[in-house]
């Protein structure tokens, strides 16, 4: 559904965004991250055609999206939620880009409802708070219903209501063979929302894969009534180790090859277990964050 071939962008000397690649299919969320100054946002302007890359090119089902006639029908998106007229009514907003892209009015309505903002259809959106403003911008971005969604940041601003409303339209529109790319810093949403994760860091990919293959350390945790002769096993075996959460001994391999280490040495243990690291350990350790 879209294909990022070697997009780079070059601003004063500067590579802010350097051969970023990657292909999203249909029925999938995927999460874009990094750090603020990574080039998120910068991508995602190249991606839709705000910004002309220095080199490279992205196709959203084989075609610039710019080159695509109307292309709203293509891929909906939502980069900047205050880029609405605040003398207009949320309600003639939608209904005027419904017109523009050749959609039924009453989709604005019918939207308008689906995003909590029947009530305030009729109120000026300079009157509208952050959260109103990302859902009015989510509303747009559906309006032709496309395939494909580019979000930057839908949660900011949002209360935990309208985080879980928009996870769930995001995953319903993945589970009707939709797809979904969206940038967040809310990293325990994209946790529960994402399918898979791109990650960049100082402009490149570091990361890019299923978040449950990217979250599996290949570590293990294991504990025992000697602590100390598990330790020396492992050690023994070549297998580095380090102190782990609640007394336990962090191994730098997999289950298996810590079950046999200390059954050759003959040292008792209560449990072995993978080390499943969280969302926030991976984004740190990849993406140069706080370095």
């Known amino acids: 559904m879209l294909s990022v071939r070697g997009l780079?962008?070059?601003?004063?000397?500067?590579?802010?965004?350097?051969?970023?690649?990657?292909?999203?299919?249909p029925g999938t969320v995927t999460a874009f991250l990094g750090?603020?100054?990574?080039?998120?946002?910068?991508?995602?302007?190249?991606?839709?055609?705000?910004?002309?890359?220095?080199?490279?090119?992205?196709w959203v089902a084989g075609r610039a999206y710019r080159e695509w006639p109307n292309p709203a029908h293509v891929a909906g998106v939502l980069l900047d939620a205050s880029a609405v007229h605040p003398?207009?009514?949320?309600?003639?907003?939608?209904?005027?880009?419904?017109?523009?892209?050749?959609?039924?009015?009453?989709?604005?309505d019918e939207l308008l409802g689906q995003v909590g903002l029947a009530d305030a259809a009729g109120k000026k959106v300079g009157k509208y708070s952050l959260g109103m403003r990302q859902r009015l911008g989510l509303a747009h971005a559906l309006l032709a219903d496309p395939p494909l969604l580019v979000l930057d940041?839908?949660?900011?601003?949002?209360?935990?209501?309208?985080?879980?409303?928009?996870r769930?339209?995001?995953?319903?529109?993945?589970?009707?063979?939709?797809?979904?790319?969206?940038?967040?810093?809310?990293?325990?949403?994209?946790?529960?929302?994402a399918?898979?994760?791109?990650?960049?860091?100082?402009?490149?990919?570091?990361?890019?894969?299923?978040?449950?293959?990217?979250?599996?350390?290949?570590?293990?945790?294991?504990?025992?009534?000697?602590?100390?002769a598990i330790a020396d096993a492992l050690m023994r075996a070549g297998i580095?180790?380090?102190p782990g959460p609640n007394g336990q001994i962090m191994a730098d391999a997999p289950t298996a090859a810590v079950s046999d280490a200390v059954f050759a040495a003959g040292v008792?243990?209560?449990?072995?277990a993978e080390h499943q690291q969280n969302l926030e350990e991976l984004f740190f350790r990849l993406s140069g964050a706080g370095r």
């Open 35 to 58: 750090p603020n100054g990574a080039g998120k946002s910068t991508t995602l302007r190249m991606v839709t055609g705000l910004t002309p890359p220095s080199t490279g090119a992205s």
């Open 268 to 272: 008792r243990v209560h449990g072995i």
């Open 168 to 193: 769930e339209l995001l995953r319903g529109h993945a589970a009707r063979g939709g797809t979904v790319l969206l940038s967040s810093h809310v990293l325990s949403e994209v946790d529960q929302t």
């Open 153 to 166: 940041e839908p949660i900011n601003g949002l209360d935990p209501v309208g985080i879980r409303a928009t």
């Open 8 to 25: 780079t962008k070059v601003y004063g000397g500067r590579t802010v965004v350097d051969n970023v690649s990657f292909d999203l299919q």
């Open 195 to 228: 399918d898979r994760i791109v990650m960049i860091g100082n402009g490149r990919i570091v990361a890019d894969g299923p978040i449950r293959q990217l979250l599996a350390s290949h570590r293990s945790l294991v504990h025992g009534p000697d602590m100390n």
């Open 87 to 108: 003398g207009r009514t949320g309600g003639a907003h939608l209904r005027n880009a419904a017109l523009l892209m050749g959609v039924p009015a009453r989709r604005a």
């Open 240 to 242: 580095r180790i380090q």
